[in-house]
DNA sequence: CATTTCACCTGACTC
DNA sequence: TGAGTCAGGTGAAAT
């Protein structure tokens, strides 16, 4: 067990300090924080940490005996820094052999805006066994990921995707963008025509060289990209 | 209650004809006639026609009190239009608040060749109480869709909506497509550059009016669209 | 085994 | 906006 550190205030307000045992940390992969709406808990934490079969089966949300908590999983309640409760249901999936937290994942996800690489620490409270009982969920983002070319538009901002841009059309100059509703998740893709009867696009400044076709690769340090005639302007990610 | 209607010739030979008042009609889902096995009962028709909890529980397969109805469900019995029998499992799911029909309904769909688009009918006899209790299901193939234009480029055909054609982009000629995984849903839109420098759409043949900015609309005749220079070809929908 | 059934779950959409 | 509906999913159990 790691060394007990000081949190900072609690929910409770009669508590100013709780004393707090890191338990464990995932970095979450693409899945955990897609729409599986899972997050899938390494076996040798889930069974060390959050037992199913537990002797004392007196964890809230446990089905009456250890068998029925197997097959039915635990409703696990977590603090988050800012003392939000969470709950989580936590069960082992048979068929992947797996423990994973399902039910309440995604609502975390959203909110805290978790994407891949990103971290999520579970710690408990230290101290009496009531104590341990008290759980907490952290999370931290991943360390600084290389700046991204942003496509501003006149009224979408819109990230682009790291690799070259390509698109299903092969025969069209197309300039696509494939995005959900009431998400930041954006994906912007072009192609120049086969038969190109177009000016050849220029990247200003300190362009790479614009393969076109097949695709248009942009440098993470153009700024603006003139395409038949028209400017698009890059800019850099936007605040998160 | 609509006007009560003389069927064809029931299953019963010594009935030459029932009397049938329709209940409603449920145009059918892709989920309704796929792999979920089940039939999402709109909420309204559900607690109107195939109530759960019932003073009168004493439906076939009823259990033995509301409260247990309501738990498990009921069996219903419908005859379809040749007389033949069809015993569906009719609940209610907590999760998703909605009224299902699930066991036996797979083999309707499979026998009667059901998809997606296709309405299926409930009816109940007309008269007396026990009349009433007698169930029907029928269904109808789908009209046949109206053509739509379809613009085919080398890797994809892509569906077009009817209406005009419309981007998000207001700065830039954008083509953009956005579908969603799995179902046929697709939405290609563009626009022209705001400061167009760039040579007018021609449309042949048989052109409608092509606005540009703020939309290209096209009509349902234009099979080519010479579009920057770029040939934007159109066919006929796809066959289904 | 595959297929069906079952009891959940979530997000997109509507009002 | 928030609440309700429901289409489209899931894993597990039954068949």
New interface residues.
Partial sequence: MEKPVLSSPSADPSLVFVVKEHMFDKVVTPSDVGKLNRLVIPKQYAEKYFPLDPEESDREGAASSPAETKKLGLLLSFEDRGGKPWRFRYSYWNSSQSYVITKGWSRFVKEKGLGAGDTVSFSRGSGNPAARRRLFIDWKRRQPQPARPHLR????TIPLPSGPLTS????????????RARTALYNVN?LA??AA??PKPEVHPGAPAATMPPSVTLGSRSKRLRL?????DFSEPLPE
Avoid: Y
């Fill in positions: 538009g006149f009224t979408n299903p059309f092969n025969s069209i100059m197309a300039c696509g963008h494939h995005w072009w025509p086969a009867a177009q038949f005639g028209v400017n698009l």
